[in-house]
C-alpha cells in the first residue's frame, strides 16, 4: 500500500488539462447533490490537493481538511487550523 509521501510526487493532472475539467465539473455535482465527500474525493483522485482542501471547508468538513492539509499540503495547514479554532470557540 503505497504512503501519503508517495502520493505527494504523483502528478496525474497537471499535464491534462480535460481530465483537470472532467473532474471539477463532476466535483462541483457531486457538492450541489450534497455528497461531500465524493466532490473531494474527485480532486484528491487526481492529486489536487488544494482544490480538496478547499472543497472541505467549504462543505465545513474541517476535520477532514486538517488531515488532508497535515498530510498531503502542509501549507494550507495554518488556514485549516484557524477555521477549527474558530469553530471550537463557537461552541465552548
Known amino acids: ?37 465524493l466532490a473531494a474525493a474527485a480532486y484528491l483522485s487526481i492529486s489536487n490537493f488544494k482544490k480538496c482542501i478547499q472543497m472541505l471547508v467549504r462543505s465545513q468538513e474541517l476535520y477532514l481538511a486538517f488531515y488532508v ?5 502542509p501549507a494550507a495547514l495554518k488556514e485549516v487550523t484557524v477555521k477549527l479554532a474558530e469553530r471550537a470557540e463557537k461552541y465552548f
Open 69 to 73: 492539509s497535515k498530510f498531503f499540503y
Open 1 to 37: 500500500m503505497p504512503r501519503a509521501e508517495e502520493f505527494k510526487d504523483l502528478e496525474f493532472a497537471k499535464n491534462d488539462p480535460q481530465l483537470n475539467r472532467i473532474v471539477e465539473k463532476e466535483s462541483e455535482t457531486f457538492f450541489y447533490q450534497g455528497k461531500t465527500l
